[in-house]
Each structure stands twice: as C-alpha cells, then as structure tokens.
C-alpha cells in the first residue's frame, strides 16, 4: 500500500476531519483534526500497515492561527514508505490525546514536544520535562523565545545553584551564517534578545543588512 492509498482509505473512514493530502517532494503529508487522531493513528497502523513511529514533533507557525501543529512521522516497515500527519493546534487549547498506547515510541517525542513547546498530551503515562528542570517556565522552542535564552531560576536557589542567564551567541559556532540575501528574504531569522523580537515585531516590514 502506498502512502496515497492509505489517505485515500483514511479520508473513506474519517471523511472531513482529513483533509486532502499533499505531495512535495516525493513526500506524501495529510492533516487530520485533533479530535479524530488517536482513531487515524491506530486505523493507520493496523489497516494500513503503518508500524512503525520514527518521529512526533512539535511546531511553531507564529503569526499565523492554529499557530501550532503535532507532526507525526510513520514508516511500513512492510511496503517500505513514509507518511506525514499534521495536526493543527490552537494557542488557547494546546491539549492533544497521546498515541503512545499506539506506539511506544511516542512516550519522550511527547515529553519533548510538551518540554519545548508546552503542547499536552492528555492520558501520557508520565508527561513530565524531558530536558528543562521542574518549574522551568518558558519553552525554549517556541519562535518568540529569544537566542540567548531567558533569566530563570535554577530548580532549587535556596542551595546556592544561582540563576540561568541570558548568554547572546550570534556570530558564535552555533548559529548559521546569514547566506546570500535572496536566502534572508526567504528565510526567517531568529533574534538574540527579547529586545531584538520587539523591534522586529514593530517594524516587520524592515529588511535585515547583509
């Protein structure tokens, strides 16, 4: 079975609550609503031949509403082939049911995805933060998260551990040089400080040197 064919039997069985599929790239991707992805997820897997789970991510489309989606990444270890499914979450309700009654494999993508971005995954077995401490209030892969990070207590001040401070990298080893202007124009560009988000925020129209 081909990933089209399986959205086509997935679109007979969920009718609206999947939308049309899209091919970029050899790469077949299809949305499905929130409220019908553990049953998509489990029809795909025992029907469709859909085993294996090698990716669950979380995404960011600032500006932009549903400003986050849940990216599932499948593989037939069977007929040798790959879907993508998308699920578009809204910013007042960032609750999603977990797949990892389905897969295994979804229980720390979950975490991840719940650590970073602040998506939750209702009935996780121990949804708790994978790489962040306890008590840890940002989510440092949402896009407004500036790149020197943010000022935040470490888990227990009281024994002396301190703070975490902002630490600016651009031009440091982490971060990508800038490419030719046609590739800043068509791609987004973090910031370093809050400050630098603000001023983007206020003049978004403002075309960055090179």
């Known amino acids: 079975m081909t990933p089209s064919q399986a959205v086509e039997q997935l679109r007979q069985r969920f009718g609206d609550a999947v939308n049309v599929p899209v091919l970029f790239r050899g790469e077949t991707s299809v949305r499905v609503a929130r ?10 897997k ?46 007042d309700d960032m609750t999603i049911d ?5 897969w295994a494999a979804a229980d720390w993508h979950e975490r991840e995805a719940f650590d970073m ?4 995954f209702r009935g996780h ?4 933060r994978i790489l962040m401490w306890d008590g840890y209030p940002y989510f440092p892969l949402r896009k407004e998260f500036p790149l020197a990070g943010m000022d935040a207590e470490l888990r227990d001040p009281e024994s002396g551990a301190g703070r975490v401070e ?12 800038q490419g030719s202007p ?7 560009q973090q910031v370093d400080t809050i400050a ?14 090179v």
Not at 35 to 44: D, G, M, T
Not at 182 to 188: A, D, G, M, T, V
């Open 35 to 44: 409220e019908k992805i553990v049953e998509a997820c489990r029809f795909l």
């Open 46 to 91: 025992w029907e469709c031949g859909f085993d294996m789970l090698t990716d669950l991510a979380g995404v960011d489309n600032y500006g932009t509403e549903p400003r986050f989606e849940v990216v599932y990444h499948l593989y037939s270890m069977t007929n040798r082939c790959c879907l993508r499914v998308k699920v578009p979450v809204t910013e």
């Open 98 to 102: 977990t797949v990892t009654g389905i």
């Open 117 to 120: 971005f602040g998506l939750k």
């Open 125 to 128: 077995p121990n949804l708790k």
């Open 166 to 177: 902002v630490a600016p990298m651009l031009g440091g080893p982490f971060v990508p040089g």
């Open 182 to 188: 046609s590739s800043i124009l068509r791609e987004p």
């Open 196 to 209: 630098e988000e603000q001023e983007k925020l206020a003049h978004p129209n403002k075309k960055e040197s």
